[in-house]
């Protein structure tokens, strides 16, 4: 599948991939300063994003996805970091291809089997009606019903299309529902990667535990596990100066300095 990315800046290439719900959009901001100092490959994982839609998914194909996409692109030898999902899917790709990775950095996920959290979400978005409504803010309300948190509700409407036709989820909500218990299996449980690999977890976060460490540290030997303190699961939109001197030190772009405000 040939997904869909975008390219900021030049130099040593770094891909980032989202996590599930998201987009490259939701890294705009972080592609923005790192461009600054490498070639910046933001991707949209299939079903996501503006790339395309598939009845299938799970990690064998989105780490397939991942290899046509450097090929394509004619890229040797990269660092990857993965936010949740695109986590789980950086390190099945680092058990497959860990001769194409520097470093790998993945954000708040662990390897293992994770419980079902999202299944009041995907009904929750597959009861709209879309075609009954106008506007994102009457979505948002509308969803105000099951979904309480408004920032997880903005999080979501970043994935309404609005055109002349109407409203359109630009992800793929049945194929995602439908494939989501493969999303929650464990990956690379049957060997260790010995790279270089940071994994940055949110300090009120509960998606990395102290057993979860202790996986990390034995398929990644070389992994170090750093916190942000305050931070919850989309760290890196909540703490996104802490965050890029955590990825500017790890993949040493630069000494860590102070960050511009990332919008």
């Known amino acids: ?26 890294w705009r901001g972080i592609a923005k300063q790192l461009s600054e100092d490498v070639q910046v490959i933001t991707v949209d994982l299939r079903n996501h994003g503006r790339s395309p839609h598939s009845d299938r998914q799970d990690y064998a194909l989105m780490v397939a996805d991942l290899k046509q996409l450097l090929a394509d692109l004619n890229l040797e030898k990269i660092d990857l970091i993965g936010h949740s999902i695109g986590g789980k ?15 790998l950095m993945v954000v ?25 409504y106008q506007k994102r803010s009457e979505v948002d309300q509308a969803l105000e019903q ?10 979501l409407l970043m994935n309404l299309n ?4 109407g409203l359109s989820w630009r992800m793929n909500l049945p194929a995602l529902q439908q494939n989501y218990p493969k999303l929650l299996e464990s990956v690379g449980q049957d060997s260790s990667v010995h790279i ?22 034995i398929l990644f030997p ?10 919850g699961h989309w760290l890196h939109a909540e703490a996104p100066v802490e965050f890029l001197n955590i990825v500017r030190s ?8 102070t960050t511009k405000t990332v919008n």
């Open 1 to 26: 599948m040939e997904l869909h990315y975008q390219l900021s800046g030049a130099g040593q290439p770094l891909v980032i991939l989202h996590g599930l719900f998201g987009s490259l959009d939701n």
């Open 89 to 103: 899917v950086a390190m099945a790709f680092a058990h497959v291809y860990p001769e194409t990775l520097n470093r």
């Open 108 to 132: 708040d996920i662990a390897p293992r089997q994770y419980p079902d959290e999202h299944s009041q979400i995907f009904q929750s978005l597959l009861t709209i009606d879309l075609p009954l």
């Open 146 to 155: 099951t979904i309480k948190d408004k920032a997880v509700r903005q999080f």
């Open 162 to 165: 609005q055109n002349n036709e």
């Open 196 to 217: 270089p690999a940071c994994f940055v977890k949110g300090g009120r976060s509960s998606y990395i535990k102290q057993d979860d460490e202790d996986l990390i540290k």
């Open 222 to 231: 070389e992994a170090e596990i750093v916190s942000i303190a305050g931070a």
């Open 250 to 257: 790890f993949f040493a772009y630069a000494s860590p300095k």
